[in-house]
């Protein structure tokens, strides 16, 4: 897939591309419109020299889609009509600045709604919805073999943790499914809150992992010959000891 992202210089374009690739790591692949511009030794910004740079992004992506992987195009892209022929899955309008440094570039940028993301502020926050978003709608495969895990998560800890790195080692990836339980002593927070949290925390899984909330599961119960086993994992005791209730009662276990 292509994912375009474009605004003004100094809108903070390569900034939102590198932390994307931080979180969403070797399947993807960034392409810098200034490195690819060096490259060419092209430095024409008429309208016919961004065409050509627009051409050669486009060539680029289409070499990073061979081999299998996100293309992440990271460049002004300032018509609306190149946006268009561009033909990006997913588009992501960087619009944190309402100037650039360049003046020519601030006339000739043309600003639209036609965008699957809004980035207003230089921040990180951004960078990890967006990676939920590329992962599960790009990498994420519902009929892949995957791995489950169930539980509260209240809160979650190193054992929770541990348990996760164990299962993703068994497919590949895996849906994490938060009980809904009501609030009490025992669970003070709230399932959608925990996994808005999780989210944050687990970015770095982003297309390898479901974070869902279910209902109140207390039993599962199957027939003979389901094609999926229940499996108890077993770490060493400092992970085993690990408690939920110690750690929401002030201990310092984490």
């Known amino acids: 897939m292509k994912v375009l992202i474009y605004g003004l210089p100094g809108a903070g374009k390569s900034f939102l ?20 511009r060096e490259e060419a030794n092209d430095w024409d910004f008429s309208d016919d020299g961004r ?43 960087v619009d944190t600045i309402s100037e650039g440094r360049f003046e020519d570039t601030n006339k000739v940028f043309e600003k639209d709604d036609n965008y699957d993301y809004r980035v207003k ?19 994420w495969k519902d009929n892949a073999p995957t791995t489950q895990m169930l539980g509260r998560y209240q809160p979650w800890h190193d054992g929770h943790q541990a348990l996760l790195e164990r299962a993703m080692e ?42 869902r909330v279910v209902p109140n599961i207390l039993n599962i119960t199957y027939g003979r010959d389901v094609g999926y086993k229940i499996e108890q994992e077993h770490f060493d005791k400092s992970i085993e000891d690990i408690s939920a209730t110690k750690i929401r009662n002030g201990g310092k276990q984490t």
């Open 51 to 93: 065409l050509r740079q627009k051409i050669r992004m486009q060539r680029k992506c289409e070499e990073v889609e061979a081999q299998g992987k996100i293309a992440l195009a990271d460049f002004v892209c300032p018509f609306k009509s190149a946006r268009k022929d561009f033909n990006a899955d997913y588009n992501i309008f």
């Open 17 to 36: 591309a590198e932390k994307l690739c931080e979180y969403l790591g070797d399947k993807v692949a960034w392409i810098n419109a200034d490195k690819v």
């Open 121 to 139: 502020n230089k921040n990180d926050k951004d960078a990890k919805i967006i990676a939920w978003s590329l992962g599960n709608a790009f990498m």
């Open 170 to 211: 068994k497919h590949g990836q895996v849906c994490l499914m938060i009980r809904n339980m009501e609030t009490d002593e025992n669970n003070p927070y709230d399932a959608h809150d925990i996994a808005q949290d999780l989210k944050f925390k687990l970015v770095h899984y982003a297309g390898r992992l479901q974070i």
